[in-house]
T-cell receptor, first 112, second 110 residues
Framework: EAGVTQFPSHSVIEKGQTVTLRCDPI?????LYWYRRVMGKEIKFLLH????????ESGMPNNRFLAERTGGTYSTLKVQPAELEDSGVYFC??????????FGSGTRLTVV | RKEVEQDPGPFNVPEGATVAFNCTYS??????FFWYRQDCRKEPKLLMS???SGNEDGRFTAQLNRASQYISLLIRDSKLSDSATYLC???????????FGSGTRLLVRP
């Protein structure tokens, strides 16, 4: 069974540019989550999809972040415009059962 | 105050040693607790869930103390491959939202 796949694995962009991260969950997992870890901090929840619907987006930092999950399959997280403090590792996870979150290997975003 | 607090370590122990990590959580309503393991530059992976009665998985034992709001992880007979960061995790106000501690780093030396 394929795991959670994230693309790209690394991204370096300039402040003010736009970046789009993609996550392909495990097939059949209705729940999809985005988390991020900024330097020196703990991993923090960003948002939760159930199928194509946003169930909880309370962790989204501000309106520069936009997440979508068209058709309830893969998800994208767009940052526009990127700021220096957006640098970090963005993890996607998926699950059927809340106790069995499987994480992707993450996208390491560096904003310069 | 952080919702989940852990000693960042590092804990530096010889192979074969027993090591214990604790973490405390602030939300008394939390119902689910987990230990995740994260290797350097890798994703977190579920190590074990933590149940009220305590549970064991091979060399790993997890305990939950609801009265004191702390969770522990005991690793017996440490292996070099146990070197990693151990993340204490509970749930947030939504049962699907995980709250992570900042992790405790373990180094097992030969």
């Amino acid at each position: 069974e394929a795991g959670v796949t994230q693309f790209p694995s690394h991204s370096v962009i300039e402040k003010g540019q736009t970046v789009t991260l993609r996550c392909d969950p495990i097939s059949g997992h209705d729940n999809l989550y985005w988390y991020r870890r900024v330097m020196g901090k703990e991993i923090k929840f960003l948002l939760h999809f159930v199928k194509e619907s946003k169930q909880d987006e309370s962790g989204m930092p501000n309106n520069r972040f936009l997440a979508e999950r068209t058709g309830g399959t893969y998800s994208t997280l767009k940052v526009q415009p990127a700021e220096l403090e957006d640098s970090g590792v963005y993890f996607c996870a998926s699950s059927q059962d809340r106790r069995l979150n499987t994480f992707g290997s993450g996208t390491r975003l560096t904003v310069v | 105050r952080k919702e989940v607090e852990q000693d960042p370590g590092p804990f530096n122990v010889p192979e074969g040693a027993t090591v214990a990590f604790n973490c405390t959580y602030s939300n008394s309503a939390s119902q689910s607790f987990f230990w995740y393991r994260q290797d350097c530059r890798k994703e977190p992976k579920l190590l074990m869930s933590v149940y009220s009665s305590g549970n064991e998985d091979g060399r790993f034992t997890a305990q939950l103390n609801r009265a004191s709001q702390y969770i522990s992880l005991l690793i017996r007979d440490s292996k070099l491959s146990d070197s990693a960061t151990y993340l204490c995790v509970t749930e947030g106000d939504s049962s699907y939202k995980l709250i992570f501690g900042s992790g405790t780093r373990l180094l097992v030396r030969p």
